[in-house]
């Protein structure tokens, strides 16, 4: 058991979002659901999360923004593709500068239903996303002993 | 002369909940020139018009922004029985009236609460987002949504509010009041918070007119004009008097929203008072035909609504204006000159939202 | 009750002199935006006064047609013929700033110039 998933830490982009999930996943810090008595804090600084919040779905500019962000968080880490929109592309599927979902970017491990997806869901999403993050952190580890013994 | 440097702000940016990116040029540590880049939420959604019937168009325009999304959906509408020439019934009306004012309140609260966040202010963006969690469960008691509400549509609405939930909400507004009263008093009378806002992005009421400022940028330097002055759809039947402060500052802008915010409680109070019984819909039949045009107050200022229909169920063109498209020429006024470190409130004092300016 | 569009009509020659007038009137610029259907493409320009009042222009054009900019007049002008530029190809010439074709970056180039006939998606549709 690591201590990792004690305290993850959020990391969140706005890719093409309505702004809907955007405010959701704030309303989940504010007191009403206060995810930050779990120890969850969003921070602006991709370096110091585990846990990659990403809503709204992927077009022509914010592809390498999403890329980089991604790039710049330390290992092991887990992407939460939260909404309709960063699923799939959701309603703006078929608009000419939409190009779908987050995982044409970026491998996503949990996707949160819903439009806008409701804070519960995405609470929901962030503790599923924990599992993935202690089960990648072991894996992880695993690699690690076995090549120190070669 | 000091040394230019250039400093990348945004796209993702601990201050902003959304991507805009600005290249600052800085002297030392004033600001002298900001060139904004945008796009990174453009979707192109006013070209969806092709692909989705006027019904539908309804609801992507709701998804214009999920701040206004209310206030987007009622526009479409509105435009759109514009072309039909069909009047909604007076019910409907200040039931759309009740939800408008209900967007304006959360709008504000939200803005108020990212404002004291951008000045570091944690504990005030947390009481100004806990008293705005009421206003969204207004808003799911009453259409089952808290975000995205999906109420309105063409002729009319989808749902009504029965009797004793509006009595229920009038009571849930008078029961705010006095949490609003506490937080507007830090906003407006704790030291640091003037200090960090007063004589802060200084605009005449002459500059703010010219360049296009719209809302509450337009009204905090101390020109009356609100479009719900206009005395459309049913704000004629409201006394109702536009929200005007003088001092052109990011205080005053600040005070604008706040003292909107107990308007707004009072309109709505006014609407449920005036509300008659009776149907919440007149159906429109066939194709919408036309050119119609609307301006409408949102919460972040003026909006525009364009539409051209040519009789059948597709629109040709639906194009929206929204404020913060107009708002980017005053930021881009008021940057230079001012700190570094006062960039984020001035950017926040447009009460920005990228999606609505990128559609 | 609803405000039919009514537009007066201005052409290329006469529009930065008509913008000037209007600004002198006490006008502003509040939004321009272009429209293309099938048959006809079309700019218009609205400009209201502190009262309320609002005045649109109507100004016809081809496409790829080159354009002169009112930014001179009022500046922020500059943002809408950007946009208009990006999305329908449209020329403006002497804007205050110019994006140059990257105002929003779009996956596609004037991506609102090509139209899909209406009537052929009304088949489709029940």
Known sequence: MSYLPKSPWLVHYDASSCNGCDIEVLACLTPLYDVERFGVLNIGNPKHADIFVVTGSVNEQNRSVIQNIYNQMAEPKVVVAVGACASSGGIFRECYNVQGGVDNVIPVDVYVSGCAARPEAIIDGVVQALGVLEQKYEESKKKGAETSHV | ?359 | ?126
């Not at chain 2, 509105?78 to 009047?87: I, M, W």
């Not at chain 2, 980017?328 to 570094?340: S, Y």
């Not at chain 3, 002008?77 to 074709?101: H, Q, V």
């Open chain 2, 1 to 359: 002369m000091g040394k230019r440097t250039v400093v990348p702000f945004g796209p993702q940016h601990p201050v902003l909940p959304e991507p805009i990116h600005l290249d600052l040029v800085l002297e030392d540590e004033k600001v002298v020139e900001a060139i904004p880049s945008i796009g990174f939420v453009h979707r192109g959604l006013e070209k969806l018009v092709e692909k989705r019937d006027y019904q539908e168009m309804a609801y992507v325009s709701e998804r214009i922004c999920g701040i206004c999304s209310f206030v987007h959906g009622h526009g479409y509408c509105e435009t759109l029985e514009g072309l039909f020439q069909v009047e909604v019934p007076d019910r409907a009306k200040f039931l759309r009236i009740m939800w408008g004012e209900l967007s304006r309140m959360h709008s504000h609260l939200l803005w108020l609460g990212l404002m004291a966040d951008a000045f570091g202010f944690e504990s005030l963006f947390m009481q100004a987002w806990r008293l705005r969690e009421k206003i969204l469960d207004i808003f799911e008691q009453t259409t089952g949504g808290r975000i995205i509400h999906s109420v309105c549509k063409v002729g009319g609405l989808w749902r009504d509010v029965p009797e004793d939930m509006l009595k229920k909400i009038v009571e849930t507004l008078e029961g705010m009041e006095g949490e609003l009263q506490e937080l507007a008093n830090v906003f407006l009378k704790d030291y640091t918070v003037q200090k960090r806002t007063q004589g802060l992005g200084k605009m005449s009421a002459e500059e703010a007119f010219e360049c296009g400022a719209m809302g509450p940028m337009l009204r905090g330097s101390g020109v009356a004009m609100d479009m719900r002055g206009l005395g459309q759809s049913g704000y004629e039947h409201l006394k109702f008097d536009p929200v005007v402060e003088q001092g052109g500052d990011c205080y005053a802008r600040t005070n604008v929203r706040i003292r909107e915010v107990f308007q707004s409680i009072d309109l709505i109070k006014q609407a449920i008072g005036l509300m008659p019984e009776g149907s919440i819909e007149n159906k429109v039949k066939g194709s919408p035909e036309g050119e119609c045009l609307v301006r409408m107050e949102q919460p972040r200022g003026q909006v525009i609504y364009y539409a051209k229909a040519n009789g059948t169920r597709h629109l040709e063109r639906f194009r929206v204006r929204t404020p913060t498209f107009a708002n980017i020429m005053p930021l881009l006024n008021m940057l230079p000159g001012c700190d570094l470190a006062d960039v984020p409130i001035l950017v926040l004092t447009i009460d920005p939202c990228i999606s609505c300016t990128e559609r």
């Open chain 3, 1 to 126: 009750m609803f405000e039919r569009l009514e537009t007066k009509s201005v052409d290329k020659a006469g529009l930065v002199e008509k913008a000037k007038e209007l600004r002198q009137d006490s006008y502003r610029l509040i939004q321009l935006h272009c429209v293309k259907t099938v048959t006809e493409m079309f700019l218009i320009y609205s400009f209201e006064k502190m009262d309320y009042e609002v005045v649109h222009y109507r100004m016809d054009v081809t496409e790829g047609e080159t354009l002169p900019s009112i930014s001179s007049v009022y500046t922020h002008a500059c943002l809408y013929e950007n946009e208009t530029n990006e999305l329908f190809g449209l020329n403006i010439s002497g804007m205050a700033i110019d994006f140059k074709g990257t105002f929003y970056e779009t996956a596609k180039n004037h991506a609102f110039t090509d139209i899909v006939n209406p009537q052929d998606k009304k088949v489709s549709k029940s």
